[in-house]
């Protein structure tokens, strides 16, 4: 199925974008909140964005996403495993405490999200799933320094592995299960450090992954440590005003020069999922070319922002309001995300993390 979307939702006519101009209402209903049965059994809408003609959405499973790929395209995915980073216990004093780890600093700390009824100070002591002791070493912004107290062939990886529960997003409204610790994480998972998981990746198949590389068509991976940032709501208006939380990401030299070969040879770059986007995007920006980097980046991407590496891109469906939305917006053009958006509603596409898919073959702009 295609159609041409409508022009009711007009973008502003000046460049100051503020956070109300990403905002759509969406019924509860369609806020995935299982995994469909299998992987490969999502919708995948395609947007094929042009500048001035009609911008064309077809309703597609995900399974016809090799279709859209060309046997010199390059697929990039973010290879980034999520840890069990949800800890549930008490402070030493009594009251209840949930931890959510951000970032594993070393074989014994981390940054984590603390939330309690009064919040624990620098030396006060942490119980967690009744197995872990930590202690508070102090605070980073928002964020807690915690050491724990583990035996020398432990680590924090394998304490949460031991003791965590998966992070499932706040608008899931419903406990981890065991079903969670494979259906949360891409198949190709391998780096662990994310406190979410790379969604886009989520539909993937080891079968399908296969059948793309049959068809002639490169598969690479980057890593981008996914934090719980990525759930945090835009809260100023004005969208100059925001500033984004801070990620780690690495991108090798081998990676780069399989990117320059394919468009040299005239392939498209497909991102698997915005942190991909993210990942390449800033990697460019720190010498102006793409250069492999392996650091931070806090990179907020609005519409009116170029594209120096992504020639297409595969994402899931992000909550209003979100820097996930804006950034869609900025590469498919606005009008067509909107108009893409109110489509997967009225076709009662599945959101979120657990939600389906959106394939964008092309670039495009506002006309």
Same mark, same amino acid.
């Given at each position: 199925?295609s159609?041409?979307?409508?022009?009711?939702h007009q973008?502003?006519?000046?460049?100051?974008?503020?956070?109300?101009d990403?905002?759509?209402?969406?019924?509860?209903?369609?806020?995935?909140?299982?995994?469909?049965?299998e992987?490969?059994?999502?919708?995948?809408?395609?947007?094929s964005?042009?500048?001035?003609?009609?911008?064309?959405i077809e309703?597609?499973?995900?399974?016809d996403?090799?279709?859209y790929?060309?046997?010199?395209d390059l697929?990039?995915m973010?290879?980034t495993?999520?840890?069990?980073a949800?800890?549930l216990?008490?402070?030493?004093t009594?009251g209840?405490v949930?931890?959510?780890?951000?970032?594993?600093?070393d074989?014994?700390?981390?940054?984590a999200?603390?939330?309690s009824?009064?919040?624990?100070k620098?030396g006060?002591?942490?119980?967690?799933?009744?197995?872990l002791?930590?202690?508070?070493?102090?605070?980073?912004?928002?964020?807690?320094?915690?050491?724990?107290?583990?035996?020398?062939?432990?680590?924090?990886?394998?304490?949460?592995e031991?003791?965590?529960?998966?992070?499932?997003?706040?608008?899931i409204?419903r406990?981890?299960?065991?079903e969670?610790?494979?259906?949360?994480?891409?198949?190709?998972?391998?780096?662990p450090?994310?406190?979410?998981?790379p969604? *886009?990746?989520?539909h993937f #198949?080891r079968?399908i992954?296969?059948?793309?590389? =049959?068809?002639?068509?490169?598969? &690479?991976? %980057? !890593?981008?440590?996914?934090?719980?940032?990525?759930?945090?709501?835009?809260?100023v208006?004005?969208?100059?005003?925001?500033?984004?939380?801070?990620?780690?990401?690495?991108?090798?030299?081998s990676?780069?020069?399989?990117?320059?070969?394919?468009?040299?040879?005239?392939?498209?770059?497909?991102?698997?999922?915005?942190?991909?986007?993210?990942c390449?995007?800033?990697?460019?920006?720190?010498?102006?070319?793409?250069? *492999?980097?392996?650091g931070? #980046?806090?990179?907020?991407?609005?519409?009116?922002? =170029?594209?120096?590496?992504?020639? &297409?891109? %595969? !994402?899931?469906?992000h909550?209003?309001?979100s820097?996930?939305i804006?950034?869609?917006s900025?590469?498919?053009?606005?009008?067509?995300?909107?108009?893409?958006?109110?489509?997967?509603?009225e076709?009662?596409?599945?959101?979120?993390?657990?939600?389906?898919?959106?394939?964008?073959t092309?670039k495009?702009?506002?006309?």
């Amino acid at each position: 199925m295609s159609n041409n979307p409508s022009n009711s939702h007009q973008p502003p006519s000046e460049k100051n974008w503020q956070r109300s101009d990403f905002y759509f209402d969406l019924p509860e209903s369609l806020i995935a909140q299982q995994p469909t049965a299998e992987r490969h059994a999502s919708r995948l809408l395609v947007l094929s964005p042009h500048i001035h003609q009609n911008t064309k959405i077809e309703d597609k499973q995900f399974n016809d996403f090799i279709d859209y790929l060309n046997p010199n395209d390059l697929l990039i995915m973010n290879d980034t495993r999520v840890i069990p980073a949800r800890l549930l216990g008490n402070k030493e004093t009594g009251g209840k405490v949930e931890v959510l780890v951000e970032r594993v600093l070393d074989n014994k700390t981390v940054l984590a999200h603390v939330r309690s009824s009064k919040s624990p100070k620098a030396g006060a002591a942490l119980i967690l799933e009744d197995a872990l002791c930590v202690n508070v070493k102090g605070r980073e912004g928002d964020l807690f320094v915690l050491e724990f107290k583990l035996p020398d062939k432990q680590t924090v990886f394998s304490a949460l592995e031991a003791h965590g529960h998966m992070p499932l997003p706040p608008y899931i409204s419903r406990q981890d299960n065991v079903e969670d610790r494979e259906r949360y994480q891409t198949v190709y998972a391998t780096n662990p450090g994310a406190a979410a998981a790379p969604t *886009a990746g989520l539909h993937f #198949t080891r079968e399908i992954l296969s059948n793309i590389k =049959k068809k002639g068509i490169a598969v &690479a991976t %980057l !890593t981008l440590h996914v934090g719980a940032g990525t759930f945090q709501p835009v809260r100023v208006n004005n969208l100059q005003d925001h500033k984004m939380h801070s990620e780690w990401i690495s991108l090798s030299d081998s990676v780069v020069k399989q990117i320059n070969e394919t468009k040299k040879n005239g392939g498209r770059v497909v991102a698997v999922g915005t942190t991909s986007v993210r990942c390449l995007e800033s990697a460019f920006a720190q010498h102006g070319e793409l250069q *492999a980097y392996t650091g931070e #980046t806090d990179i907020f991407i609005t519409p009116g922002v =170029k594209f120096n590496v992504v020639d &297409a891109l %595969l !994402t899931n469906f992000h909550l209003s309001e979100s820097t996930l939305i804006m950034l869609v917006s900025a590469f498919a053009g606005y009008e067509n995300t909107m108009a893409a958006y109110r489509h997967a509603i009225e076709q009662q596409y599945r959101f979120f993390s657990y939600g389906d898919a959106m394939f964008i073959t092309n670039k495009g702009q506002d006309c």
